[in-house]
């Protein structure tokens, strides 16, 4: 009896501390994009003001109009921003739901896209079929993340970041595609890049290093989703990660709550 009681307690123990961990990647992911929230932030207070400014200045109808929908586009961006930032540090529930996942991609893009720009990364996405598989949210969006961010900080100095949506109706999955033209990854390290705290990453100036949990944690996130990750990486070409999950049916998504959209976009090709 004390040895199975002995026994939760650790597994209540070990729990406790995986979350933590997966708190620690996520706050270095949030630090990873810190200083272009802040610089994206400072823009957008400017074209309120600028606006604000000219409304107060000109009494004319028209131009008053104008002001008001810069001053409420630039605060409807800046909102979902913070909504974005702050539901993705919180701490997400186990559940999975149905979704679509161009739009679990869009919503990890609207945190990172300044971020790309101010790298001088190019950012293209790709979507075919219905990609939809019953996820859950938030972990999914942090494997995401991190790749994104991993992707960006191979390319020193700019470069290509590919994400494709797929369905696959052959293999029955739903894939999502993250490619970029970095640095690549040596094959003898290939193996230990999904090891727990391997990381090539130095603590720099503004005490950015990496926790090197990032991809322990989606190998886990993605087995636990029935899914598959592969790695396809050339030094010096790049480095393609792709995330398998079995493909759901298009009819059981739930529409989503996220007041900044309307019904679920559909920006397909
Ligand atoms: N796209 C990529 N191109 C080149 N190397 C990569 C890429 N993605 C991952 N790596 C290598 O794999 C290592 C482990 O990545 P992982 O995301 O697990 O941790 P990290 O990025 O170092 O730390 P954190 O995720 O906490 O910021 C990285 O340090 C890097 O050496
Ligand atoms: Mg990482």
Known sequence: MTDQHDCQKHLAEIKALREELMQAQKMSSVGALASSVTHEFNNILTTVINYAKMGLRHKNEETREKAFNKILAAGQRASKITTGMLSYARNGSDRREVMDLVELVQDVLVLVEKDLQNHR???????????????NASQIQQVLLNMIINARQAMDGGGRLDIGIRANPESNCAEISIRDSGQGIPADQLRKIFDQFYTTKTVDEQGQGGTGLGLAMARDVIEAHNGRLRVDSAVGKGTTFTLKFPLAQASDVKKPTNIFRGPAATSKS
Do not use: D, N
């Open 121 to 135: 990364v190019r950012m293209q996405t790709h979507v075919e079929g219905q990609p939809v598989a019953e996820v």
